[in-house]
């Protein structure tokens, strides 16, 4: 990282993944530009990381949710030189059948997890190739490669998450910017309450759920190591080996220009 003033983004820090991304960077010497909805959170966690960590910490309350607050934030950081690392954290989970849920509910979770994501990586981007230096944490979610009965929505857009981050690593690849994308299975976050995501926590096997804590460190981890995809609750990494070599050999099978045999008449 370059040796003047280092600033990192951290979008709905106000409380779980986000304000551990903001202590832990923090921790790391960066000063901080944290994003919420809740200013009085926002406030009481700037004032508690500054005395811990001594760092610079600005607070922007924006409705990410809306092109207003989407805005708001992107004037911020395009014009700022000193941002290094962007953690696109804020997301809405709205875990219901399409059919059961409101409009309003399933596209408040793609201007979340889709649009604002989107507009404040391409904010950060023309600073970060300008300087041949930043990076972008996507966080995403294991039901990107897999939809449930209450999750069509919910996964479609983890999979643009998922999808995006992968072809802005190839867009990348020759630069100093880098992008990680971090799919967390269920973590113990707010998100889960009947009036937010539909689910309790209490519905949840207990076992399988991870504390926000261990889900940042194990991403922040595989940050260190340079992953461009992290699993952190993945023990065997050669899963998404497989995985992702079965998709490329998949795709490579679609470049035939001609119907599969199993489409053709007799």
């Known amino acids: 990282m370059s040796l003047s003033k280092k600033t990192a983004v951290v979008t709905g820090a106000s409380s779980g993944i986000g304000a551990v991304y903001a202590d832990r960077l ?71 059948a399409l ?73 990348l690849a020759d630069t100093n910017v880098k992008v990680q994308v971090v799919l967390p299975a269920s973590t113990a976050t707010e998100i889960w309450t009947e009036d937010v995501s539909g689910v309790p926590l209490s519905a949840l096997r207990p076992e399988s759920v991870m504390s926000t804590e261990d889900l940042v460190d194990a991403a922040l981890a595989g940050f260190d190591q340079g992953e461009a995809v992290t699993w952190p609750s993945v023990a065997d990494a050669s899963l998404w080996e497989r995985f992702d070599t079965a998709r490329a050999s998949l795709f490579a099978a679609t470049q035939t220009g001609t119907p599969a045999p199993r489409y053709r008449k007799a």
């Open 26 to 96: 923090a921790a790391r010497g960066y000063d901080l530009i944290l994003i919420a909805r809740r200013a009085d959170r926002l406030t009481s966690l700037a004032q508690k990381l500054s005395s811990a960590h001594g760092v610079g910490i600005q607070t922007l309350a924006a409705d990410l949710g809306t092109d207003t607050g989407i805005a708001q934030v992107e004037a911020a950081l395009a014009g700022n030189p000193d941002v290094r690392i962007l953690v696109n954290n804020a997301g809405s989970a709205r875990l219901r």
């Open 99 to 171: 059919g059961q849920s409101s409009l309003e509910d399933s596209l408040s979770q793609v201007a979340l997890n889709i649009t604002a994501l989107t507009r404040l990586t391409r904010a950060v981007l023309p600073g970060f190739l300008a300087r041949n230096d930043g990076a972008v944490i996507n966080i995403a979610s294991v039901l990107a490669v897999h939809s449930l009965a209450i999750s069509s929505v919910y996964s479609g857009t983890k999979a643009y998450v998922l999808a995006f981050s992968r072809g802005l690593q190839q867009e």
